[in-house]
């Protein structure tokens, strides 16, 4: 099946600082990818969802000016968390899809703690 | 709202036995449903999908069942196994429109040998 890594798996970085996440579609050229939060024994909630070249859609709540997210290609799109705060600390997947039909592949997930 | 949910949020059953998971959803206009494993500290991991233009589905010892009628989609496991221990989520969009996947709260399957 297809594989979408991210990286890195998990960081921890003090309060303040940003953190830059990488998802990538590895045998596969995504248009679109979304971003999703999941806090402990929570469901994922959709952050944005990202067409390749394009700006991203962002959902209700979720401030595009503390989570960028780039999709500069069609295997690559990042989250950077901008000035983190503890309460950023969450577990972030990544999600890629080849067409609007085609079925979505997760990423692993990375593990953001923030001090 | 839009909203998936789950009828009962644990599971826990022996190895062997046939497990059934439950899911209820709120949106009529959703015409795709994805049902998703997902191991601690894992990613989600695609299990299997069904489109509302069909009631059963079904893949390698699992099938999925969807009643457009009470919105309710079910998947069961048989001969459930303790590596089928795990959360799962369905999760529902609308196919054409490749809109993100709404996900409801999670089952947590435990399975004793």
């Known amino acids: 099946g297809a594989v979408v890594s991210q990286h890195p798996s998990w960081v921890i970085c003090k309060s303040g600082t940003s953190v830059k996440i990488e998802c990538r579609s590895l045998?596969?050229?995504?248009?679109?990818m979304f971003w999703y939060r999941q806090f402990p024994k929570q469901s994922l909630m959709l952050m944005a969802t990202s067409n390749e070249g394009s700006k991203a859609t962002y959902e209700q709540g979720v401030e595009k000016d503390k989570f960028l997210i780039n999709h500069a290609s069609l295997t690559l799109s990042t989250l950077t968390v901008t000035s983190a705060h503890p309460e950023d600390s969450s577990f972030y997947i990544c999600?890629?899809?080849?067409?609007?039909?085609?079925?979505?592949?997760f990423g692993p997930g990375t593990r953001l703690t923030v001090l | 709202g839009e909203s998936v949910g789950l009828h009962l949020p644990t599971l826990s059953v022996q190895e062997g036995d046939n497990s059934i998971i439950n899911c209820a959803y709120s949106?009529?206009?959703?015409?795709?449903f994805i049902w998703y494993k997902q191991e601690s500290g894992k990613g989600p991991q695609f299990i299997i999908d069904i489109r509302s233009n069909m009631d059963k589905r079904q893949g390698q010892r699992v099938t999925v069942l969807l009643n457009k009628t009470v919105k309710h989609l079910s998947l069961q496991i048989a001969a459930t196994q303790p590596g089928d221990s795990a959360v799962y989520f369905c999760?529902?969009?609308?196919?054409?429109?490749?809109?993100?996947?709404?996900f409801g709260k999670g089952t947590t399957l435990s399975v004793s040998s």
């Open positions: 045998d596969f050229q995504a248009t679109t």
């Open positions: 999760a529902e969009s609308l196919y054409q429109a490749g809109t993100a996947l709404i």
């Open positions: 999600s890629a899809q080849a067409g609007a039909t085609d079925t979505q592949y």
């Open positions: 949106n009529s206009a959703s015409d795709y």
